[in-house]
Structure formats: C-alpha cells, structure tokens
C-alpha cells in the first residue's frame, strides 16, 4: 500500500492508483473512489451480487460527512433499503469536508438520522471508541446476514491531519485538533481500557508497538526502493489493454 501512495510498480495498483484508487480484489476490497460518495452506489451493486448469488459475504462503504450530502447517497441507500441489499453504509464523520466543518453544509446533528428516511437502523457512535464500533458493526453485519436489509453507521471521529499533507489549515482552530490528539486518541484508549482491564501490560505494549513500528519502517523502506512504472506500460491495466 505505501508503494501504491508512493506511484511505485509494486504498489496494488502497480503504482497508478495513488492514494485514491487503491484497491485489492484478493482480500475485497473493491477500490477506494476519487469522486466523493462514488462508492456507496458500487457497495449497492456489491450488495445485489452477493444477494443474487447467495453468500454470506457483506458489503461495506465507508465516506465521509461532506460526502454524506451527495446525491448518490440517496440513491444508492434507497435501492439498498428497498431491495434489503446486505450493505452496511458507514460514514466517518469526522468534521471537516476538506475546509467545510460538517455542521456549515448539512442541517442534521446526527447523519444517521437520514437511515430514517430509507425505513433502516441509523447509528451514531463514539467512533473513536473501539469496542463500541466493534458491538454496532457485529449488529449490523448480522443483520444484513438475516436477510434484514442495510443499516447506517456514523461515527463521530475528528479529522487530526490536515486534508492533504502541507494544508496550512487557516480555517480551524489549532487547539480543538490538539484536544482531540491529545485526549481522544482511539489507539491510546484502547490501550488504557485493555491495560486497566489487565489485559495488557505495559511490557507487552510496547513490544506491539514496536512490532507495528518496524512494519511501517519496512514498508517505508521497500516503497522508497521499488521502481516508478515503466512508461511503455502506461496503457496496461486498462479495461482494453492497448
Ligand atoms: C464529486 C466530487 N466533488 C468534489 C471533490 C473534491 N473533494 C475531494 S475530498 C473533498 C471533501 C470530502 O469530504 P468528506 O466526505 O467529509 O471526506 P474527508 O475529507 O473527511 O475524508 C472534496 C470536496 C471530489 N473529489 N469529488
């Protein structure tokens, strides 16, 4: 994946996906979208195969609050409710559409208020909270698995980063990103929920950590040491290859 953002030929997409078009059929995922709320209308049409086809399989789209105000939304949520599609439509809401803050563009407090409007369950949670996205996820996928229909997921996160690397960031406030990074970090409460119910050590943490670290280094280092694609193959992969 870090080779994919990196433009390079072994990256999943042989480096010309970039951030935005990564995708891995082998473990299901179907490819992220640069067109804001252009997936949710494929998640509908992964939902149709895996009910014309009759397996257990779930369809997941994850978007975000700017992306929850497009048309396609709508659509692709009223074909999933009206034909019980097993699709669970998750929005990160984390706040900011790039320089909009959510509550600027949409008149709803919670976004999964719109599952009302589609006659499915809407959910809104911490979604910085672990366990609490495990327990509604687990509702909803068996849901979908008894032939329930989709269900709306909103967790209510924040967007610590700036929308692209080197956003000077002059629309919001400096010290609401750092209460969050500071005080919300969905890692580091999960760590201190799992130590204070003695499930983890401080000693084993660590050695997570570090496991976790050394991975990230050696995807950083394999990235940077892979070649760019070549130019003659820049008309491969194509629907018809050239
Ligand atoms: C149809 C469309 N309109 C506009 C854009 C430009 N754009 C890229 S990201 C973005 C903001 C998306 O906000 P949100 O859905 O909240 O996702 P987040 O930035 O939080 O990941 C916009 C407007 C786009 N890629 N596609």
Redesign the pocket.
Known sequence: MVAELFGKATGYCKGKGGS?HIADFSIGILGAN?????GLPLIAGAGLSIKLRKTDQVAVVF????????GPVHEAMNMAAIWKLPVIFVV???????T?P?GYACALGDLCQRAAGYNMPGYSIDGNDVLAVRETTLKAVAAARQGEGPSMIENKTY?IRG?FEGDPQKYRDQAEVLTWQEKNDPIQRFEAHLVKAQVLTKKKSKVIWDEVKAELDAALEFAQNSPYPKPEDALQDLYVNA
């Open positions: 935005m640069g067109v804001v709320a252009g978007f975000g609050d700017g992306a929850s105000n497009r990160e809401n984390n706040q900011w559409a790039s909009t959510q967007r929308h």
